[in-house]
Nanobody
Framework: QVQVVESGGGLVQVGGSLRLTCVAS????????MSWHRQAPGKQRELVAL???????KYAESVKDRFTISRDNAKNTVYLQMNSLKPEDTAVYYC?????????WGQGTQVTVSS
């Protein structure tokens, strides 16, 4: 089993930056993927960025060239660097750990971008 804890959310002005951190504890399967998702009020949860154990990453079109996902395997930590933030980035951001034996979510961290 894996426990996932996010941090780093907050209130930021348009054009600002934030870095989200996701720490996962437990036993990782050799093949795994860590990802960030977000859910705005009244909307479905959506994938923001994903990074595999092989360091392949992919992004939602809406955040390409603004957000960067990275991972530190020694620390079981995944980061989401968010630059040039827009009001539409406002949402609760969730980290997900996908292992070959199961999927685990964190509790979420609020990101609010004010105009």
């Amino acid at each position: 089993q894996v426990q996932v804890v996010e941090s780093g959310g907050g209130l930021v002005q348009v054009g600002g930056s934030l870095r989200l951190t996701c720490v996962a504890s437990g036993i990782f399967s050799p093949n795994n993927a860590m990802s960030w998702h977000r859910q705005a009020p009244g909307k479905q949860r959506e994938l923001v960025a994903l990074i595999t154990s092989g360091d392949t990453s992919k992004y939602a079109e809406s955040v390409k060239d603004r957000f960067t996902i990275s991972r530190d395997n020694a620390k079981n930590t995944v980061y989401l660097q968010m630059n040039s933030l827009k009001p539409e980035d406002t949402a609760v951001y969730y980290c997900k750990a996908a292992m070959t034996y199961g999927t685990y979510w964190g509790q979420g961290t609020q990101v609010t971008v004010s105009s």
